[in-house]
């Protein structure tokens, strides 16, 4: 069973770097895999795509300050953020394409997986 669990989080000061991550244990391969998050008071939104030797994607708000990155020898997903600003609080995501499967109640198999979250407060 593949779970996925993201670290990195905390509070922060406006200006200020962190790192996220976001371990998959148990899986064998990572096909592709994303970074959401949801703002106080505002829906989830995308953040940053990669997909396994093809490359990434961000959101229009991401681009120049966020790096996602993939480690397929740790099984992690990476989120690099930079110059962060109190805009950027909120809880963070992880969510990934992963074998082996999982079968679900429906009988359905899926290859998705979802992380619980990371919350990140930046203060100004």
């Known amino acids: 069973q593949v779970q996925l669990v993201e670290s990195g989080g905390g509070v922060v000061q406006a200006g200020a770097s962190l790192t996220l991550s976001c371990k998959a244990s148990?899986?064998?391969?990572?096909?592709?895999a994303n970074w959401y998050r949801q703002s106080p008071g505002k829906e989830l939104e995308l953040v940053a795509h990669i997909t396994n030797g093809v490359g990434t994607e961000y959101a229009d708000f991401a681009k120049g300050r966020f790096t996602i990155s993939l480690d397929l020898d740790q099984s992690t997903v990476g989120l690099q953020i930079t110059s962060l600003e109190p805009e950027d609080t909120g809880v963070y995501y992880c969510?990934?394409?992963?074998?082996?499967?999982?079968?679900?109640?429906?009988?359905?198999?899926?290859?998705?997986?979802w992380g619980r979250g990371t919350p990140v407060t930046v203060s100004s």
């Open positions: 969510n990934a394409d992963c074998n082996p499967p999982q079968r679900m109640p429906t009988g359905l198999t899926v290859h998705h997986y």
């Open positions: 148990g899986a064998t391969r990572i096909n592709y």
